[in-house]
């Protein structure tokens, strides 16, 4: 199994080499003890254009050292990465518990060997009065060579170059642009100080500056790249130029920060789906659906010609997970209800057959759900998926908005807000309208999708106006009522489904019979309780941000 933990570490270069720190300047340490130096092997796997490394995140296996083995690292922000490891193994192929973890990374595409990292390493531990460990002062000296697969910026060099001197005083990233070839390699000298056990908040913090100030003294500047695979590449891994970001202020820079918010949030739930992690298919069909919204709420914002179709490719996705979440779903909740029945005062064969009923749905959902899963885990290994993933990257990176993106913020989530509360009212008015039965089950289902979009509206403008969480609150709670009422509706097929099979293969059917009946209360209590739920969600300046 992986162990994984938080590094809390930062990087310095171009300072001298005989720095020595003052513990009785340093808060919490004690003294400057030495540890044993070490020799570090690293190969590092990327796809051939480097997408992981352009993610901020590395793979590599590394020999020698106090935790060699498998690394997956990636940067969690204010000088933090987590770091995924696991054990070494006799070949070179990345284990399949970190190349899941990297697929939507990857989009698909395999991971070759592109750097080759041979490092170093002199230690010594800042340890406080007790001689324990609350930090590491590593002095690397590195020397980095680009293999063969490696196509920094997506090209292939004509050639095997090798260039630069292997002194310390050789830099990435100069001499001619031919220098970003295969078999080029590249030395330096830098110094880390990382924390021990993962230490974070106001005391790391202080440690971490007050090592810098004194390191800052002896010429010592914090690193430019996050990892010594970006400096290797810092000078060939370039695509284009960073665009314009939306006006401060403006409608564009509301959504395009939601936008990059949310694609952010769907690629970092993909390893949970494939590892099959607790709520991890629900998770990822909501930043679908976020981001679906997002698009829709707002498309007078955007250029539709661009976002449409990648609005329908989030429907698909929402599809393609739906089916395993729904039985997921189902073998919670009917459980959950024949427990509830026969303990609310089932006794006897009634009690006994609704323990046997709620355990032979839970197996039966739980069967389905893992075939649905892996149906989805099929798409999710296709092209089409990786392909949505591109456009969602690119709209990230370069938003596809509309001039009227740049009008001031303000009016334009009013604008939304209100449109999409006229939209809820229409759909809660119908439902309200519609006969009780399967028209009145698919209207308050309609109106449930629109409470959604509306919520999440909200959520966006909040963003930029705080008054607009009222709105997203209020929303939420008529979702949530008319969640219940289709998650009833829901539950209340499918016993019906379960008991006609149940009478078909000679079994006894009442225990489903008392299911169907609490499901369908449960339908009848959610519906019964619209009315009340929007009056107060349409209350008030709801709009007013």
């Known amino acids: 199994m992986a162990a994984t933990h938080i590094e809390t570490e930062r990087k310095y270069e171009g300072g001298a080499a005989e720095t020595r720190l003052n513990p009785s300047g340093l808060p919490g340490v004690s003294g400057v003890v030495p540890a044993p130096d070490e020799e570090l092997d690293a190969v590092y796997y990327d796809t051939a254009d480097l997408r992981l490394l352009a993610h901020g995140t590395t793979l590599r296996k590394r020999a020698g050292g106090h935790d060699e083995g498998w690394h997956l690292k990636r940067g969690k922000g204010d000088d933090r990465r987590e770091e995924i490891q696991l054990p070494t193994t006799d070949d070179d192929v990345v284990p399949e518990e970190l190349h899941v973890r990297v ?23 800042l340890v406080d009065g007790h001689g324990a460990a609350v930090a590491e002062i590593a002095r690397d000296h590195v020397a980095a060579e680009i293999l063969d697969a490696a196509r920094p910026g997506g090209r292939r060099p004509a050639g095997r170059r090798r260039a630069g001197a292997r002194g310390s005083g050789a830099a990435p990233g100069t001499g001619s642009a031919g220098e970003d070839a295969p078999g080029r390699i590249v030395s330096w000298a830098e110094l880390e100080v990382e924390l021990e056990n993962g230490a974070e908040g106001a005391a790391a913090k ?160 739980l069967r389905s759900y893992g075939l649905a899963r892996a149906a989805a885990l099929a798409e999710l290994d296709k092209r089409r998926y990786y392909r949505l993933l591109d456009n969602l990257a690119a709209m990230a990176a370069d938003p596809p908005l509309r001039a009227r993106a740049d009008h001031d913020a303000r009016p334009e989530l009013r604008r939304t807000l209100r449109r999409e509360q006229r939209r809820l009212a229409d759909r809660v008015a119908a439902a309200r309208s519609a006969p009780v039965g399967p028209e009145g089950d698919a209207a308050l289902h309609a109106a449930r999708k629109a409470a959604k979009r509306a919520r999440y509206a909200g959520e966006t403008a909040q963003a930029f106006a705080p008054a607009a969480k009222r709105f997203a609150k209020r929303t939420k709670d008529v979702q949530r009522l008319l969640g219940e009422h289709q998650d009833a509706v829901v539950a209340r097929s499918a016993v019906r489904r379960m008991a006609v099979e149940a009478r078909a293969a000679g079994a006894d059917s009442f225990a489903y019979g008392l299911l169907y009946a609490a499901e369908d209360r449960a339908a009848a209590d959610s519906a019964a309780r619209l009315p009340k739920a929007w009056k107060r969600a349409k209350a008030g300046k709801l709009t007013r941000v």
């Not at 400096?231 to 284009?240: E, L, P, W, Y």
């Not at 996705?317 to 997921?328: P, T």
């Open 103 to 125: 697929k939507a990374l990857a989009r698909g595409k395999p991971l070759v060997p592109v750097l080759r990292m041979r490092t170093r390493r002199e230690r010594e531990h």
């Open 206 to 365: 202080s440690l971490l500056d007050a090592v810098e100030k004194q390191l800052a003294s002896d010429g010592w500047q914090r690193s430019a790249s996050a990892s010594k695979t970006a400096r290797v590449f810092a000078d060939g891994h370039h695509t284009r130029a960073t665009p314009r970001p939306p006006r401060a202020g403006s409608a564009g820079q509301v959504v395009h920060d939601r936008l990059v918010e949310q694609v952010r949030v769907l690629v970092a739930t993909d390893p949970g789906v494939r590892l099959d992690e607790e709520e991890a298919v629900h998770d990822m069909r909501v930043a679908a659906r976020r981001l679906r919204s997002l698009l829709r709420s707002y498309q007078r914002l955007f250029d539709r010609a661009v976002t449409d179709p990648v609005a329908d490719e989030l429907r698909w996705l929402g599809r393609v997970l739906g089916d395993a979440r729904d039985h997921e779903v189902l073998a919670a909740r009917l459980t959950g209800r024949a427990d509830d029945l026969r303990l609310a005062d089932a006794t006897g064969a009634t009690a006994a057959d609704l323990a046997d009923t709620g355990a032979r749905i839970h197996a039966t959902e």
